[in-house]
């Protein structure tokens, strides 16, 4: 079921957004390489419970579902390195030069999600690869700006995949947008690629993350033996940029920001 958000549970919406952007802008502070992704991770968590909020990551069996143990998500954010996508495990391991860090960062406040991620690039990257990401951007500013209440669903992927079409990317099909609010997946789906279907008609109070991932090669992924981690099947390096929206009377509003 879509849901429809009154202005006060926007502005609810709001204060967890500015969380998870205040959170990202931490780890872009941070981010050089020799730093491990687990401490990214920490100073994530710190972040979020010290503004009184809860990483919506940690834990999540999927589905809406929260649990402990095997299959339970262990961080509070996704980073992902190079090849990987999305659904990165914070870790030992260390942010070399010239290497592609994608950081999905979820925050539940007073109840309410916020959900954005961006890619990174630490230090010399060929041009290409600067493009894919700033592409990635891009794309997902256009989904956005899509979001328009009598638009549909479809005019939100057809804007995101018109960019990664016209430059040659890759389009994951496999992983989609949503709508968002008192869970951090809730309906309706936004794929990044046209399906078809015009889908559902937008209309002010829906609250949506948009989220394109492209690669520099083919559409496929896959994921890993953690359960979790997902890798472009070809091995190609892939970007992922994420904000969580609502669509307004006046246009569309960005929450997560600061
Ligand atoms: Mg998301």
Same mark, same amino acid.
């Given at each position: 079921m879509v849901t429809r958000k009154s202005k006060r549970e926007i502005e609810k919406m709001r204060r967890a957004g500015r969380v998870v952007a205040e959170v990202l802008a931490l780890v872009e502070g941070e981010l +050089? @390489?020799? !730093?491990t992704t687990a401490h990214l991770d920490e100073l994530a968590e710190r972040h979020i419970r010290a503004a009184g909020g809860t990483p919506s990551f940690k834990g999540y069996l999927g589905g809406g579902r929260y649990g402990r143990g @095997?299959? +339970?998500? @262990?961080?509070?954010t996704c980073i992902s390195l190079?090849?990987? !996508? !999305?659904?990165g495990i914070p870790g030992d391991r260390t942010i070399r030069d010239g290497q592609l860090v994608s950081v999905d960062v979820g925050a539940i406040v007073d109840g309410w999600h916020g959900d954005a991620a961006r890619t990174f690039v630490v230090g010399d990257m060929p041009e290409a690869v600067r493009e894919l990401v700033a592409a990635t951007r891009l794309a997902m500013m256009a989904g956005i700006a899509a979001?328009?209440?009598?638009? &549909? !669903?479809g005019d939100i992927s057809a804007a995101v995949e018109d960019i990664g079409r016209q430059a040659g990317y890759g389009i994951v099909r496999q992983f989609v947008g949503h709508g968002i609010g008192t869970e951090m997946h809730q309906d309706p789906q936004i794929p990044n690629? &046209?399906?078809g279907y015009r889908g559902l008609e937008l209309q002010a109070g829906m609250c949506l993350a948009i989220e394109p991932m492209f690669t520099l090669g083919g559409p496929e992924v896959e994921v890993m033996p953690d359960h979790w981690t997902v890798v472009t099947a070809d091995g190609s390096l892939a970007a992922h940029f994420e904000h969580t929206i609502a669509v307004t009377e006046s246009g569309p509003e960005i929450l997560t920001t600061v």
């Open positions: +050089a @390489p020799g !730093v @095997p299959g +339970a998500f @262990p961080a509070s190079d090849d990987e !996508v !999305v659904h979001a328009v209440a009598g638009n &549909r !669903v690629y &046209r399906t």
